[in-house]
């Protein structure tokens, strides 16, 4: 199941989106679960309670918290860089206030359906990306974590270290091996020591990176040109 949220302070249209996302089912084969939130403030109450979307719908301008608000707080505050955020606006002039909430998408009101069902797809699409698993073995235990909340491997003599959004695991590994099991989920090498989830990366820069968790990376020389025309592909393709 799909858990959607809308976050719209203008209820007809939260209905008629809800409406255009539930006929997805069909289409998709998966059910959609769907929450409406009069307000941004109401959508915040419900994430402080630890209650976890695969997907929000965003209004931007709510007079309470508006949707730009409510972003950044869980993008930032609730470190939460897996969930879906769709934009949608009356107007289409916010793109450097998005920038630091990387959303996935924007929809212009009045809505068009068939815009709403591309987006769905694409999300649905990038939502099962990111359920995709992980598994490694740490002594005689098996861990499998979702590829979502993996932030970045590093190699160490022999052993890898995998640091996830929440926990950090050490296991006898190949750095090589695990890219090429990963790159399809945009993981590169920046260092021969590191390999990153480009889904984590919170600021690039021509010599470093900042993660999401606020962990500084090195790039490294070698790797400064082919990071710069992964970064460009990775736009391109979004």
């Known amino acids: 199941m799909i858990n959607v949220g809308i976050c719209d302070d203008d209820s007809i249209i939260s209905e008629q989106l809800k409406n255009m996302i539930y006929s997805m089912e069909e289409f998709l084969h998966e059910e959609f679960h769907v929450d409406i939130f009069i307000g941004g403030m109401k959508l915040y109450e419900e994430l402080k309670k630890g209650t976890e979307f695969h997907a929000i719908f965003l209004d931007i301008e ?103 959004t929440d926990e950090t695991y050490e296991f006898y590994g190949n750095l090589s091996e695990i890219f090429e099991h990963l790159k399809a989920n945009k993981f590169f090498f920046i260092h021969k020591s590191y390999l990153v989830n480009y889904n984590h990366i919170a600021r690039l820069g021509y010599e470093a990176l900042v993660m999401t968790d606020g962990t500084q990376l090195e790039i490294s020389q070698s790797k400064r040109k082919e990071v710069r025309e992964l970064h460009a592909e990775f736009e391109r393709r979004a």
């Open 62 to 164: 709510m007079p309470d918290m508006d949707g730009i608000d409510v972003g950044q707080k869980i993008r930032e505050e609730f470190h939460d860089e897996i969930t879906q955020i769709i934009y949608i606006s009356s107007q289409s002039s916010y793109a450097m206030q998005l920038f630091k909430v990387r959303p996935m998408d924007f929809l212009i009101k009045p809505l068009d359906e068939l815009q709403v069902k591309a987006v769905v797809s694409k999300a649905y699409n990038l939502i099962k990306i990111g359920n995709q698993i992980f598994s490694f073995m740490v002594g005689r235990e098996t861990i499998r974590k979702p590829i979502s909340k993996i932030l970045y491997f590093q190699s160490r003599a022999r052993k890898i270290i995998i640091y996830t």
